[in-house]
């Protein structure tokens, strides 16, 4: 197919009426697409986005209406949150009706570049600083996908000289078929999202699938240090790689292009000139955490590979901030740092965010489980936590892991912050990191961060 598809003679079903799909309608509709949309949720409780099919041009289809419209469909949209394994994408597929993925079809009507950035954490951070060294470096840049605003949105307007920079998920990889970013980026694979996927194994292949229909003229950036990822580097596992592979890790080894040495992050090129280029101190970056050492180290790869210069990269780095939720110092009060992760919904997540501090942590972890193992957290936990106290529907299955840390529970985040606050001490820090999802208890994860923010505002001075 190409770039002209999804235009005048397409009917295209838009499934999903999340941010993507709204994004599908809009963009669909205004290449000239006969666009209908579904959602299986009750159309009462739909409200808004309604509203803004409606606006777009989209016409809505209840699913009982499905099979009227699904004989006149040249191909259906799927958002991010909706699985393959769907009813409603079951009876499309049955009608013959080719199904993609909303960045599937945001990569098909793009003229620009894209940088393709996933992992089970960390992508967010590591996608909003690339965009922000490919700006400095006076490139046009477009940044989105899973970080907040639709990719479709953004390579809707992109043209041939811009880069577009995407965070990408699991759930949007799975019904991908030519999707091929220029520079494809892997961060980590760690359990995650096991209420989707059947096994591990499975949502491992879902994330590799970021190089598949790569090229010898793309690049993959892949993490060395990671075990499923590092499995890639030589041997069986590099013939799965198409393109050209370019690894990192947090010291030197025989592949890392990248690596930290004496404290500083340094570059082996590859080509050329062998000789190890400095890039700058690891003490310069302002993000908290041995991660966040891993996630710079991938943008910086990043940039090296799209040739920007070295020292525009590290001022990239020096001048980025803490995005909201992700170990963002909300408070202190009476030298208690208040520190808020929300957007850790994974136990690993939870596990790094303890690893970033070197004093005492009273933990509010819980939340809706995605089926994940929380052993691991658990013994983290003991190792690095005085106390944690525990919310959601999840604080019984963390509780059993846990084995010398102080357990409190509590029934909501101002009973939370305010238990939290009776057992740290000046020096402590109360670190909001649940590990799970927040749908038990609060609408999204930043919802559950604000209303963090909110208990402490109740007795402390808030500061950005």
Not at 80 to 88: A, F, K, S
Not at 351 to 369: N, Q, T
Request: net charge negative; charged share 20%; hydrophobic share 45%.
């Amino acid at each position: 197919m190409s770039a002209s598809d999804f235009g005048a003679n397409e009917r295209v079903l838009v499934i999903g009426l999340g941010r993507s799909g709204l994004a599908s309608c809009e963009v669909l509709r205004a290449r000239g697409a006969t666009v209908f949309a579904t959602d299986e949720k009750d159309p009462a409780a739909l409200g808004e986005a309604l509203a803004e099919v409606a606006r777009s041009g989209a016409t809505f289809v209840p699913p009982a209406g499905i099979d009227d419209v699904a004989g006149e469909l040249t191909s259906a949209v799927l958002s991010p949150g909706v699985p393959l394994t769907n009813t409603l994408v079951r009876r499309v597929q049955a009608a013959r009706v080719p199904v993609y993925s909303e960045i599937e079809v945001a990569y098909r009507i793009c003229a620009a570049p894209i940088v393709a950035v996933s992992g089970t954490k960390g992508k967010t951070t590591t996608t909003a600083l690339i965009g922000e060294l490919f700006r400095l470096a006076g490139r046009k840049t477009r940044v989105g996908g899973n970080i907040g605003n639709a990719l479709i949105s953004e390579t809707a307007v992109a043209s041939a000289g811009d880069w577009v920079i995407a965070e990408v998920s699991s759930f949007q990889l799975e019904a991908i078929r030519a999707f091929k970013p220029r520079i494809a980026v892997l961060l980590n694979i760690m359990p995650d999202h096991l209420d989707r996927y059947h096994s591990m194994e499975e949502y491992a292949e879902a994330k590799l699938r970021i190089f598949t229909n790569q090229g010898p003229g793309d690049a993959f950036i892949g993490n060395l240090d990671d075990p499923l990822i590092g499995a890639l580097a030589e041997g069986e596992g590099a013939s799965r790689i198409p393109s050209r592979a370019y690894w990192y890790g947090l010291s030197p080894r025989r592949m890392t292009a990248l690596y930290v040495r004496g404290g500083r992050i340094t570059y082996a090129p590859p080509s050329g000139d062998p000789r190890p280029i400095e890039i700058m101190p690891v003490s310069e970056i302002p993000l908290v955490g041995e991660h966040n050492v891993a996630n710079v180290l991938a943008a910086i790869l990043v940039g090296l590979t799209a040739g920007i210069e070295p020292e525009t990269l590290r001022s990239g780095v020096r001048g980025f901030s803490t995005l909201p939720h992700r170990l963002q110092t909300v408070a202190e009060q009476n030298g208690v740092l208040f520190v808020d992760d929300s957007k850790s919904t994974t136990p690993g997540s939870v596990i790094a965010g303890l690893e970033s501090f070197e004093r005492p942590i009273v933990l509010i972890a819980g939340g809706k489980s995605k089926r994940t193992d929380f052993r691991e957290m658990g013994e983290a936990i003991d190792r690095k936590a005085k106390a944690v106290v525990l919310i959601g529907e999840a604080a019984d299955e963390i509780a059993t892991s846990i084995m010398a840390a102080q357990i409190v529970r509590a029934k909501s985040m101002d009973e939370a912050v305010a238990t939290a606050r009776l057992l740290a001490r000046e020096g402590d820090v109360v670190l909001l990191s649940p590990g799970c999802a927040s749908f038990d208890m609060f609408a999204s994860a930043e919802a559950r961060g604000e209303a963090f923010a909110r208990a402490v505002a109740g007795e402390a001075v808030v500061r950005g």
